[in-house]
């Protein structure tokens, strides 16, 4: 606990006091109270607006206001049809596992798109969609998000204008979970004329033409934005189901967690994410704390995980008693109970201990300091002069953690890593660095010299083989596809994973499931920190607001409404 005190985490109670006074009599236009509107604070402004290529979490919870997925994981961890008719499973015959030509079982899957389905230009969604998203996926030169990803399809074909049969070459428990679909009459040509990653992102109509309303197909269009500053959410027209309520939601941009929570106090946004992406948790709490009735906190069981990859190119890191030692060496639990109030679950792999397959049985690193030195040691690392250990070659372990500029929670987060790695004779080096720098030379190209700091979020569908994968690292022949940024490789967990994916029964599933984990645990490919509870802070006249949803809740907003 010493640790966690002995760097100045209460300065979020400072920030709120400061936040109150300024409301009181600050220059922040105060929003008028308007039912059909939302206007949500956010941070970290999108560089780049394309739904399928470098997605993380940030772009997740833009885009589905406007393109929805194929599929979808509600509060109540179902999957259920956004844009197909009926969700594919064995029971219902729309799959069936099938042999394949090689001799192994493979699966074909019907998926039919629901009636009036419409761009927002017009244009109908029909399978040529689906036909050119797929090969779009498929294309090694493009680059496609994986997390339920059209390239896990080896053929498709097309059996009508809403329906098609898509063949997997081997049995994928996520058979029946599929992204978001492009519109083939737009993105078509573009494609056509930029057939590599770079000239397309550049080129692509999401990027050049964002408000062009025949790039969405869900509840609300992008109508507006301001570089930096907006985004803008009005109703699609050619939207066949639920009418959304809230006429307009606009996202709008601080450039630090302390500007929103000031902006919420004073009026002029109506909700605010707890990190990431917005306010800390330290401040949600004492917001709670001092006007527990001027709004309603919305908090959830979060799958978000917040880790450190360790880069395995770094010869300092790739010792696993090292990795080890890291671990050891953060006291979690006092960082979750200090800065959290015990709302944050430590984690102790890449499954929280509420998920049924979780494995009790695992390896597990609580807060060992003692421990954390005595590994070090027999690793060759002893303290220096200075406090900090060296090896017998004079090199010190000095190692630069990587995190996103304005976000609290991490600084906060980074702060206490550093002052608890001091005491077991390591030195960290914080450097907080802006996101678009983040996603991209630190992370799709991995040019972060030690460790980095981030959140993935899995969904029930989504396999850990997009972070653990030896296949999942992002480098220049995969266009910088994958979450893998440590660059961890291992056959062991590789052959684990592939289990994991062809498991349809569940007692098959939780098994391959407690190896991943137990692999997970002996190796350490990342530093697993705890678990974001889904948190909202929002006016109390928001309602139908379905903050639990696995898949992102704006999937689901068009159901949101003020009374």
């Not at 220096?384 to 990587?402: A, M, P």
Request: charged share 20%; with cysteine.
């Amino acid at each position: 606990m010493k640790s966690v005190k002995s760097v100045p985490i209460s300065f979020a109670k400072v920030i709120l006091a400061g936040a109150v006074i300024a409301a009181a009599g600050s220059s922040v236009a105060t929003a008028q109270s308007n039912k059909s509107q939302l206007v949500v604070g956010q941070l970290q402004f999108l560089t780049n607006f394309h739904p399928l290529v470098q997605v993380n979490n940030t772009k997740r919870l833009v885009v589905n206001y406007s393109l929805r997925p194929m599929t979808a994981f509600n509060e109540n961890v179902e999957n259920q049809c956004i844009l197909c008719e009926t969700l594919p499973t064995i029971e219902n015959g729309l799959a069936k596992i099938v042999d394949m030509p090689d001799g192994k079982k493979g699966m074909k899957v019907t998926l039919a798109l629901k009636k009036g389905l419409a761009w927002g230009d017009g244009v109908p969604v029909t399978s040529k969609d689906i036909e050119f998203t797929w090969k779009m996926g498929r294309d090694p030169k493009i680059g496609f998000s994986n997390y339920n990803a059209w390239d896990r399809a080896s053929e498709l074909e097309i059996v009508d204008d809403r329906t098609v049969i898509l063949t997997l070459p081997q049995v994928l428990s996520s058979y029946n979970s599929w992204d978001q679909v492009l519109p083939a009459h737009l993105e078509g040509p573009v494609y056509a004329a930029n057939p590599t990653l770079d000239t397309y992102v550049k080129q692509s109509l999401y990027n050049t033409q964002p408000t062009n309303p025949g790039l969405w197909n869900g509840s609300y269009l992008l109508s507006d934005y301001q570089i930096g500053t907006r985004i803008v959410f009005t109703p699609n027209p050619k939207w066949q189901g639920t009418k959304p309520h809230l006429q307009r939601i606009v996202l709008s941009y601080r450039d630090n967690s302390s500007a929103l929570l000031q902006n919420l106090l004073a009026g002029a946004v109506d909700a605010v994410p707890v990190s990431p992406g917005g306010i800390s948790f330290s401040q949600m709490l004492d917001l709670r704390a001092q006007q527990p009735k001027k709004f309603t906190y919305h908090l959830a069981y979060g799958t978000n995980l917040e880790r450190i990859a360790v880069n395995f190119d770094n010869p300092i890191l790739k010792d696993k008693s090292v990795r080890q030692a890291l671990l050891y060496a953060i006291d979690r639990k006092a960082i979750s109970d200090e800065l959290f109030g015990g709302l944050q679950p430590v984690a102790h792999g890449i499954l929280s201990d509420q998920n049924a397959f979780y494995n009790k049985d695992m390896m597990i690193y609580k807060y060992d300091a003692a421990k954390a030195k005595d590994l070090l040691a027999k690793a060759g690392w002893k303290p220096g002069r200075d406090g900090i250990c060296v090896n017998g070659q004079g090199d010190r372990l000095s190692l630069e953690l990587v995190s996103t500029a304005g976000n609290q929670t991490r600084e906060q987060i980074a702060q206490v890593i550093q002052s608890q790695m001091k005491e077991v004779c390591v030195e960290i080096k914080n450097n907080f660095v802006p996101l678009q720098e983040f996603n991209g030379e630190m992370a799709r190209k991995r040019k972060f010299k030690a460790l980095m700091m981030s959140s993935i979020d899995f969904s029930p569908s989504v396999s850990p083989r997009i972070a653990l994968g030896s296949d999942a690292i992002p480098k220049a022949e995969n266009n910088g596809v994958g979450n893998n940024f440590s660059a961890y490789a291992s056959p062991d967990m590789d052959k684990a994973l592939g289990e994991l994916e062809m498991s349809l029964d569940p007692n098959a599933a939780k098994k391959a499931w407690g190896t991943v984990q137990q692999i997970f645990a002996e190796d350490l490919p990342m530093l697993p920190l705890y678990f974001y509870p889904r948190a909202y802070v929002a006016v109390p006249d928001l309602v139908n607001f379905r903050q639990g949803t696995l898949d992102p809740l704006q999937i689901w907003s068009e159901e949101w409404e003020r009374k």
